[in-house]
């Protein structure tokens, strides 16, 4: 029997969600390791060795092979479990799915995760409000502008590309999860609450919640 894949993850970071629910759409078993972050887990050697950069969530293959980063992640998904698919047929459809995917883990995270927020704090003094406004400025910058794209597009359908999950839609949940946490306000953005809203309606996103993660409690 084939060992399973282990996801090292933190059930809250945003990038765990979307790999989670990627994982989940496509039907592929997994174990968890998860790391608290605030705590330090993922700065242990023993996850250093494994993933120098120290970052979640990370994919170890059967073969010891750890693949870091969650685009690779979600492109390695694809590749090696092509059903279903989350990337569409033709260049054109591809590219735009990766745009809009793109605007969530290029523009919004890397200014918004964990340890940029942290470094706010212990650097420049910054207060729990301070840092709420900074994570709500940098998701107003890219959901307007992405609110516009979905809205104004005959391509996007039921989800953003068509009428199934895409590597945008697992993209796009995962950070309106996390943006309840900073209480961003979602009435801007109608498209994106309707799509977010017909994700969560999937098993397959529900079980990637931080809530329904062994590291909840």
Wanted: hydrophobic residues 45%; contains cysteine; proline residues 9%.
């Amino acid at each position: 029997m084939t060992a399973p894949l282990i996801l090292h993850n933190f059930f809250r970071s945003s990038t765990s969600i979307r790999v989670r629910a990627a994982l989940n759409l496509k039907g592929v078993a997994y174990e968890q390791r998860t790391y608290a972050l605030r705590r330090g887990d993922h700065r242990a050697p023993a996850y250093r060795a494994l993933n120098p950069q120290g970052l979640v969530p990370a994919l170890e293959l059967p073969d010891g092979t750890v693949i870091p980063q969650s685009p690779a992640i979600l492109e390695y998904l694809e590749e090696t479990h092509p059903e279903p698919p989350l990337l569409p047929r033709g260049a054109t459809a591809r590219a735009r799915v990766r745009a809009l995917a793109s605007a969530v883990a290029c523009d919004i995270h890397p200014v918004n995760n964990l340890r940029i927020l942290l470094y706010l704090e212990t650097r420049f003094g910054a207060d729990e409000a301070a840092v709420a406004e900074w994570f709500r400025h940098w998701v107003a910058e890219s959901f307007g502008p992405l609110e516009t794209m979905l809205a104004g597009s005959p391509d996007t359908g039921h989800f953003c590309h068509g009428d199934a999950p895409t590597l945008a839609d697992v993209c796009l949940f995962s950070q309106a999860v996390n943006n309840r946490r900073f209480a961003v306000d979602m009435e801007p953005y109608p498209t994106i609450r309707r799509i977010v809203d017909a994700c969560a309606a999937l098993p397959a996103f529900e079980r990637a919640l931080p809530e329904n993660q062994p590291d909840a409690a």
